[in-house]
């Protein structure tokens, strides 16, 4: 059930009249399901320098490539997606150290 919301924060490269490049940075709040790293997925990801803590599952067709999410209050950073079928994306996200 989806009953949490999720801030999904997209990243734009901008380029003005100068050539000055500067990030915008848009906010999109969806609503999702949160999962809980299995122990295997855990140890496995640490083996690479990866620390999993949260999975969050969300509609596949809101999902625009985000590698920053915010869920209550907390910064997160995307390590991996996972498409399981049509509608449904997984996000296996570590918190973000910006």
Do not use: W
Request: aromatic content about 10%; proline content about 1%; some cysteine.
């Amino acid at each position: 059930m989806y009953n949490h919301e999720l801030v999904l924060i997209k990243q734009t490269v901008v380029t003005d009249d100068l050539g000055n490049q500067t990030i915008e940075e848009s906010r999109n709040t969806v609503l999702c399901k949160v999962n809980s790293i299995g122990r295997n997925e855990f140890y496995e990801a640490a083996t690479h320098g990866m620390k999993p803590e949260i999975e969050f599952v969300i509609h596949g067709y809101e999902y625009e490539d985000e590698q920053q999410v915010v869920f209550e209050g907390a910064e997160y950073k995307v390590i991996r997606t996972y498409k399981e079928d049509f509608e449904e994306v997984e996000l296996t996200c570590e918190k973000s150290d910006r």
